[in-house]
């Protein structure tokens, strides 16, 4: 604290100091202002000192040396101003550094803060509040619905339906029976339910993490300034050279004079200007970076480690697409599913209800609705008894009919959560729910992979299948599923031995994890806060491709901060050299290296800029959304496409030639011309906007193969009236009808990559 004071105090009579001889100076007064400038130095080199004498008996020398030097020689050869602006540089800096340690001081309070202070504990028939310092092993609690799980437990009410994402990354809140163990930091996303204590406050899993948080930034080294590293070369050549005029001259003024020339001011300000000036550039992007220290750190990265839900998935359950019985309809069913989950507050049903009304589907208001907490919902709509939920709710012990069976494999393979829906007592379909990719995700891996990232390592705590599934389909270079946050920490800590690592996430599962890596990014848009305090870097926006936007903005930062600092090393060796051969006195050394100075700060603040991005054109929101002109409808096509293939493995021939009809008219009308209108308008477009062509190449292939499935389904559209159908026939067009809807829902979401791309370049 005392040190902290002590930095301040300076930095204040630093100011104080260029003030008043400011004033003194404009009055005409330069023996006062001399006297003002000299005043404001001499605290600093005598705080100066005692820092070198301390870091010398550490073993470490750094700019700091060549600081003493250049203020102590500015002022012996009655410079004053010069030493004046030095001492405030290093002072500020200093006091800077105070700044970021007490933020990160506040983040871990903040973290801290977020745990339950009471328990409601059960005394008999009476529920008393207790602080949570004062639960014992073997209490019987009672946690409200929407209350944080205070300790670790079991439950002994009949259910529990629970929120673990912040622990587990696992998006699909979980039901907790009797005897079944929960976790302090989980969140009651159900009714009200009692549990018995099973682990003080103090040992529970919440309180741990927030001890893994606070040992990993306790651990954390601390940031080695860019310019030690070359002043380490600086200051012993800057001796040897002043050393060596002497002795060649005789004379102490050109000694002087190169000393004086050697003011350290571009290894001082370059670096810290630059980083300074991209951590600028950074927040105007939604970045928050928490110091230059961390933009040099990032800049620096070999290895990115992701969180998976939130993270590289939306974080919550999303339809993936609604499975029917033979001769249902597939908006029907979710008409009826999400008009009867309208009486549910459960996440999942939420996500139902969103898809139905992003359909377009008028919901209808459902009577007599009864709920079964972890399993589903029963109710009346329109005079018939419906029921959505699990498969024992649904289907019980029947043997499931074969689409019901498919159903509950797709759902196996894709790790998502079935809903069966059911209209008196006769499943009609389901629905399938799962985590998904963010919109941005393969762009933003894409980004990493441009900006030099070597490796992307997933590291999450959902299961092994859904893990695996995310890290193929973004070819990750490994997938470490089924990790709890102790684990997490673990992860990072074996990469780091290797390379310097960075951590992604967003809840509080992550913070250790973020505390620990080299470099910790948090998307704070809608993340927990304490995986925002924990982290080094916080994306404002919601948007995963600004981890790439803020490497390479910490890589060019960083490129500048080299640049400005070697130049500026550069020219002072030639004005120290001059100077060392009499070309220069000392007041003609102190202009040359003022005017370095300036030079070097400008190349520093380029940094400020965004980077060049050559002479691409422009697009606006508006133009974006008239790219992405019928997308949407294309997609409710494509989902009748996909229940035609599912139609087609029990349909008669005669029912076959209908669906392959209908087929064959969805992607006449539909895929041949969207696809048609975006060669021949939208990508000629494309390519005055892109800086080349290559991408829309690859687009172009898959146009070509499109239409050439779309002609290869109208033939066989036209050929089965006219011959016997057999099942042979029928399976090459289920075939081509699925390898069409596969293509374009995939091409089409690479459109729409990027069309946001482009729109989101002309807005930076």
């Not at 979980?174 to 009651?188: D, H, P």
């Amino acid at each position: 604290m005392f040190e902290r004071i002590l930095r301040w105090t300076l930095v204040a009579i630093a100011v104080a100091g260029l003030a008043a001889g400011g004033l003194a100076h404009a009055a005409g007064r330069a023996d006062l202002a001399g006297v003002a400038f000299t005043a404001s130095t001499v605290p600093v080199i005598v705080g100066l000192v005692a820092s070198i004498v301390r870091d010398v008996l550490a073993g470490r020398i750094g700019v700091d040396a060549i600081a003493l030097v250049s203020m102590s020689a500015a002022i012996i050869l009655g410079e004053p101003l010069a030493g004046a602006v030095v001492a405030l540089m290093y002072s500020g800096g200093n006091v800077l550094e105070d700044i970021a340690v007490a933020r990160a001081e506040h983040d871990l309070r903040a973290l801290v803060d977020r745990a339950p202070r009471e328990a409601h504990r059960r005394r008999g028939d009476e529920i008393e509040d207790v602080p949570i310092a004062g639960v014992a092993v073997g209490d019987r609690l009672m946690v409200r619905a929407g209350e944080i799980v205070p300790v670790d437990g079991v439950v002994e009410s009949a259910i529990a339906v629970v929120d673990e994402s912040a622990l587990t990354g696992e998006p699909i809140p979980v039901s907790k029976t009797r005897g079944m163990a929960i976790l302090s930091g989980s969140l009651n996303a159900g009714e009200t339910f009692e549990l018995s204590v099973t682990a003080t406050a103090g040992e529970s899993t919440y309180a741990g993490i927030v001890k893994l948080v606070t040992a990993a930034q306790t651990a954390k080294a601390p940031f080695v300034r860019l310019a030690d590293r070359y002043a380490l070369i600086f200051l012993p050549v800057s001796l040897a050279i002043a050393a060596a005029a002497y002795l060649a001259s005789g004379d102490v003024i050109r000694s002087l004079a190169v000393m004086v020339a050697a003011t350290p001011c571009p290894l001082i300000l370059a670096a810290p200007v630059a980083f300074i000036a991209g951590v600028a550039q950074a927040a105007r992007n939604g970045i928050l970076v928490k110091g230059g220290g961390k933009l040099e750190a990032l800049a620096r990265a070999h290895t990115v480690l992701f969180d998976k839900t939130g993270t590289l998935t939306v974080g919550g359950a999303r339809l993936l697409s609604v499975e029917v019985a033979a001769g249902e309809d597939a908006d029907t069913v979710l008409l009826l599913g999400a008009s009867l989950e309208q009486a549910s507050h459960h996440v999942v049903a939420h996500a139902i209800v969103q898809a139905g009304l992003g359909r377009g589907l008028k919901l209808k208001v459902p009577e007599a609705v009864r709920e079964t907490m972890g399993s589903g919902l029963e109710g009346v709509i329109d005079g018939r008894r419906i029921v959505a939920g699990s498969r024992d709710l649904v289907l019980g012990n029947r043997t499931p009919a074969p689409w019901a069976a498919r159903a509950i494999r797709r759902a196996s393979w894709r790790s998502a959560l079935i809903v069966f829906v059911a209209v008196e007592g006769q499943p009609i379909g389901a629905l399938l729910l799962a985590d998904e990719l963010r919109a941005d995700t393969p762009r933003a891996i894409r980004w990493l992979r441009e900006a030099g990232i070597a490796r992307m390592v997933m590291v999450t705590g959902d299961r092994a299948a859904a893990a695996q599934a995310i890290g193929a389909a973004l070819d990750l270079d490994a997938v470490l599923a089924d990790r709890v946050p102790s684990d997490k920490v673990d992860a990072v800590r074996s990469e780091q031995r290797l390379h310097p690592t960075i951590m992604v996430g967003d809840g509080i599962n992550d913070a250790p994890a973020l505390a620990s890596a080299d470099v910790g990014i948090a998307l704070g848009a809608r993340g927990a806060s304490a995986s925002s305090e924990a982290a080094d870097v916080v994306i404002l926006a919601d948007r995963l491709d600004r981890v790439g936007e803020a490497i390479v903005i910490a890589q060019r930062a960083r490129r500048i901060a080299l640049e400005s600092i070697i130049a500026g090393m550069a020219l002072s060796f030639l004005a120290m050299g001059a100077a060392a051969f009499g070309l220069l006195q000392p007041v003609p050394a102190a202009l040359v290296q003022e005017a370095i100075d300036v030079a070097v700060i400008l190349n520093a603040l380029r940094a400020l800029l965004p980077a060049g991005r050559g002479k691409a054109g422009r697009i606006t929101a508006e133009d974006g959304r008239g790219l992405r002109h019928d997308h949407q409808a294309l997609l409710r096509g494509l989902d009748r496409l996909r229940s035609i293939v599912d139609a087609l493995d029990e349909a008669s021939p005669e029912q076959a030639i209908s669906l392959i009809g209908q087929a064959n008219a969805v992607v006449q009308d539909q895929v041949v011309a969207h696809e048609r209108d975006d060669e021949g308008s939208v990508y000629p477009r494309l390519a005055r906007l892109l800086q080349d062509s290559h991408g829309l190449s690859a687009m172009s292939r898959a146009h070509r193969e499109i239409l050439h499935l779309a002609r290869l389904l109208g033939r066989l559209a036209e050929e089965l009236p006219s011959e016997h159908v057999d099942r042979y026939m029928i399976r090459d067009a289920q075939r081509v009808i699925e390898a069409i809807e596969t293509l374009v829902r995939m091409h089409t979401a690479q459109e729409d990559d990027i069309y946001e791309a482009v729109a989101a370049r002309s807005a930076a």
